[in-house]
T-cell receptor, first 109, second 112 residues
């Protein structure tokens, strides 16, 4: 069962552009995480959001958790080639995590 | 920093072989997970464990088994490897089911 839908699935942009990635669900999660994964490596945790409406910033990355704790967004300002990778959102509930299918981002120099 | 270590980065095995993938975490986490990741299918949960000697099936447990004899170690076993088990295998651990998960570096398994 795919509980988390991410959009877009693929994104290719020029260096310096801004972008937003979305993670949507019909389910409520007690927390939501964002990960970045580079080819051949495991996902690396970027941020965890737990409170509805919460906004967290990590340098040029801004994460927002929806008020109802069902959705989240990741906004990148002035993207750089080092931002290239697969971005995954994950919702935690009970003893499990549910992962979105990911957004593959390519930033062209 | 949390460290999750998988025993191999790359493995090549023959069809029918029994394969062991090992995962160790150093943060005294209760929960451990095994996923496989395939293009277009995302991460799919194979098994997870919330305590020593406890295991729960995930979404795709067929053809796999697991072992958790010690809290820090969670092993994935392919009883008789098949070519459709060629994949990237990811181990993760977390303190609880709704805190963040930390992943190992992944094992790229090829079954020939």
């Amino acid at each position: 069962t795919q509980l988390l839908e991410q959009s877009p699935q693929f994104l290719s942009i020029q260096e310096g552009e801004n972008l937003t990635v979305y993670c949507n669900s019909s389910s409520v999660f007690s927390s939501l995480q964002w990960y970045r994964q580079e080819p051949g490596e495991g996902p690396v945790l970027l941020v965890t959001v737990v409170t509805g409406g919460e906004v967290k910033k990590l340098k040029r990355l801004t994460f927002q958790f929806g008020d109802a704790r069902k959705d989240s967004s990741l906004h990148i300002t002035a993207a750089q080639p080092g931002d290239t990778g697969l971005y995954l959102c994950a919702g935690g509930t009970g003893n499990q995590f549910y992962f979105g299918t990911g957004t593959s981002l390519t930033v062209i120099p | 920093d949390v460290k999750v270590t998988q025993s191999s980065r790359y493995l090549v095995k023959r069809t029918g072989e029994k394969v062991f993938l090992e995962c160790v975490q150093d943060m005294d986490h209760e929960n451990m997970f095994w996923y496989r990741q395939d293009p277009g299918l995302g991460l799919r949960l194979i098994y997870f464990s919330y305590d020593v000697k406890m295991k729960e099936k995930g979404d795709i447990p067929e053809g796999y088994s697991v072992s958790r004899e010690k809290k820090e170690r969670f092993s994935l076993i392919l009883e008789s490897a098949s070519t459709n088990q060629t994949s990237m295998y990811l181990c993760a651990s977390s303190f609880s089911g709704d805190t963040e998960a930390f992943f190992g570096q992944g094992t790229r398994l090829t079954v020939v």
